[in-house]
């Protein structure tokens, strides 16, 4: 990768990532949001992949008649509050730090609300050491505040959200 980009809105990196062939890479993502929404809208065999029964298949079906709307482009649906999750699916992105803002005793405030979050998401979800550990398309993703951020020993993605600077809890970002 060649060094530091600057965006406006942090969906454009996944397009820099896409350029530059980035694979495989841990994100640390200093956001008061997660970013992480995903797209409903999937091509239909896609879709018979991931249905778990017949009525999920249904379901799932419903959106995908979202796929005629956006006429097989689906980076239409890539917006700043879910760029992570194709990032992760595509396999940019390996694991996925969250780092919300404040310090360990705002984050004690938060394990209900940030759970809440990654359920919708995620599987495995747990607290432990002051993280909120959880898997996702196979990967691990990592909720905690700066200080308590574990080290990362080698190379990785960077993306920082000015609200992070600027809200001092992650119960205050909505």
């Avoid at 006429?71 to 917006?79: A, V």
């Amino acid at each position: 990768m060649s060094g530091v980009f600057l965006v406006e809105d942090h969906n454009e990196v996944l397009k820099i990532w896409r350029e530059e062939g980035i694979n495989g890479l841990d994100l640390v993502h200093l956001d008061a949001h997660i970013d992480f929404g995903f797209y409903l809208a999937k091509p239909p065999e896609r879709l018979i992949k991931e249905a778990k029964s017949v009525k999920d298949f249904k379901r799932r079906l419903e959106y995908a008649l979202n796929f005629l709307h956006y006429e097989k482009d689906f980076n239409k649906q890539i917006n700043i509050g879910n760029y992570v999750y194709p990032a992760m699916d595509e396999g940019i992105v390996n694991n996925f730090y969250w780092v919300i803002p404040g310090k360990a005793e705002e984050f004690e405030k938060s394990p209900k609300a940030i759970k809440r979050i990654l359920r919708q998401i995620a599987t495995g979800v747990y607290n432990r050491n002051g993280r909120i550990y959880a898997r996702c398309l196979e990967k691990k993703l990592i909720v905690c505040t700066l200080d308590n951020l574990p080290v990362i020993t080698k190379g990785g993605l960077l993306d920082i959200d000015v609200d992070f600077l600027t809200i001092d809890s992650v119960l205050a970002a909505d």
